[in-house]
């Protein structure tokens, strides 16, 4: 049973240009998630970016960190996506956004048990704030072939489902809940994204206290120093999330 992973990156951003690329322990974003996932049960990663010249440097370091490479439309995220599913036919695709560091290889490797195990009526396992994680900690685990199957069903007046990639299967009622472990403490006004320069602050601050074990600290290791550090979680409580509709 085939897994693969796909990243979607572009230095293009309303909110913070060049999010992906934002130091961290002296290496970029995308580096420090490269640390972060090496361990997951996927069998090949790659970097879905845009054909536009500001990601020929998104491409040099997708390259550099040994991932596949696929360029694509600029706002059809999906599209890129369906390319990479029609090269590689796999059974599951773990899809991770290049703004979320957070992210570990144990939390995927629990995501695709659970997609394994999804009833026949669901195509898609997701996680979030709200039930009870933070915003940009989980990935999304879905089958390839629905999403090939969605690209298809996605009305004209919707095309912003192209740009959240599994949001159309969320709202047909495909998406199953992660069922997350009993002793994984809930934070769901969290969060572990980078969208503004105040996320950045943020993350820069907690990777600063992670220390040089930034690469494998798991989720509840990560809470526990957290907690102490409140004045670490609050520098982006009060952004807001963009709705669906605005991409």
Do not use: C
């Not at 696929?70 to 599951?92: C, D, H, M, Q, W």
């Not at 879905?142 to 919707?158: F, G, H, M, W």
């Not at 299967?169 to 969208?195: A, G, Q």
Request: glycine letters at 6%; charged letters at 25%.
């Amino acid at each position: 049973m085939k897994n693969i992973g796909v990243i979607q990156a572009r230095m293009g951003s309303s909110r913070l240009y060049g999010k992906i690329l934002y130091p961290l322990h002296g290496l970029p974003l995308l580096a420090i998630l490269a640390q972060r996932i090496a361990d997951a049960d996927v069998d090949r990663w790659w970097l879905a970016t845009t054909g536009n010249r500001e990601d020929d440097l998104t491409v040099a370091w997708g390259n550099a960190l040994g991932w596949q490479v696929y360029r694509g439309n600029t706002t059809n995220v999906l599209s890129r996506f369906t390319a990479i599913i029609k090269k590689e036919r796999p059974k599951y695709v773990v899809r991770l956004t290049a703004d979320d560091p957070f992210t570990d290889s144990d939390v995927i490797n629990k995501m695709l048990k659970q997609a394994h195990e999804m009833p026949s009526d669901k195509s898609l396992l997701i996680a979030g704030s709200d039930n009870g994680l933070p915003l940009g900690y989980p990935p999304g685990v879905v089958l390839a072939e629905r999403l090939l199957e969605a690209e298809t069903e996605i009305p004209k007046n919707q095309s912003y489902h192209t740009s959240h990639v599994v949001s159309w299967l969320f709202t047909k009622n495909e998406h199953k809940r992660f069922v997350i472990p009993d002793d994984w403490p809930m934070r769901p006004n969290w969060r572990w994204t980078i969208d503004t320069m105040e996320d950045a602050k943020m993350v820069a601050a907690a990777f600063t206290l992670f220390g040089s074990e930034y690469s494998r600290l798991k989720y509840t290791d990560m809470v526990k120093r957290l907690d102490n550090r409140p004045d670490i979680t609050s520098i982006n409580a009060n952004i807001r999330q963009k709705s669906l509709e605005e991409g």
